[in-house]
T-cell receptor, first 114, second 111 residues
């Protein structure tokens, strides 16, 4: 999993399995969260977002879960494919710190095994 | 479709050179950002701008300056490039507290 402020971890999953990438945040005032995917040599690409008044949001093959009680965010990718190999990182937007309180995690490297 | 365009994908410069990194967005976003990304350090904010001719320092502004003469364009300037500025530079834009869209990045090597 990933925590804002820690070194880049790696998650290895079999093709076709579900992947779960975790993110712990520390700012309880954060009210908006975004997951990004970054492929090698490319810029980060928006995947899905969630606001603090929700605890779950679904997209195409992806689901984001937010647990405000323990300040934890997760990204679930269903039926992982080779094209899902990338670094995934979360970003939080709150009321303090950085530009408009925007803080990025360092990312999790997702590796897909054939 | 959303588009943030960085003028160069790869740049090689010499120590002491003045370097310009250009970024253009076509979404009429007020807010624009410059980050650098280094292994193990994640994204670090260099400078950002809330509007034309406005700029704010981020977390690591030393050795950099910026220019925003037009809403769609945000330039990052390395006044005198140094080897420790070798990095991946990412430009981003957004409106309000919403999704931040990134460019493809410029990989800068300073020799």
């Amino acid at each position: 999993g990933e925590s804002v402020g820690l070194h880049l971890p790696t998650l290895s999953v079999q093709e076709g399995d579900n992947s779960i990438i975790n993110c712990a945040y520390s700012n309880s005032a954060s009210d908006y969260f975004i997951w990004y995917k970054q492929e090698s040599g490319k810029g980060p690409q928006f995947i899905i977002d969630i606001r603090s008044n929700m605890d779950k949001r679904q997209g195409q093959r992806v689901t984001v879960l937010l647990n405000k009680t323990v300040k934890h965010l997760s990204l679930q990718i269903a039926a992982t494919q080779p094209g899902d190999s990338a670094v995934y990182f979360c970003a939080e937007i709150g009321t303090g710190g950085g530009a408009d309180g925007l803080t990025f995690g360092k990312g999790t490297h997702l590796i897909i095994q054939p | 479709d959303v588009k943030v365009t960085q003028s160069s994908r790869y740049l090689v410069k010499r120590t002491g050179e003045k370097v310009f990194l250009e970024c253009v967005q076509d979404m009429d976003h007020e807010n624009m950002f410059w980050y650098r990304q280094d292994p193990g350090l994640g994204l670090r904010l260099i400078y950002f701008s809330y509007d034309v001719k406005m700029k704010e320092k981020g977390d690591i502004p030393e050795g950099y300056s910026v220019s925003r003469e037009k809403k769609e364009r945000f330039s990052l300037i390395l006044e005198s490039a140094s080897t420790n500025q070798t990095s991946m530079y990412l430009c981003a834009s957004r409106v309000g507290k919403n999704i931040q869209y990134f460019g493809a990045g410029t990989r800068l090597s300073v020799l």
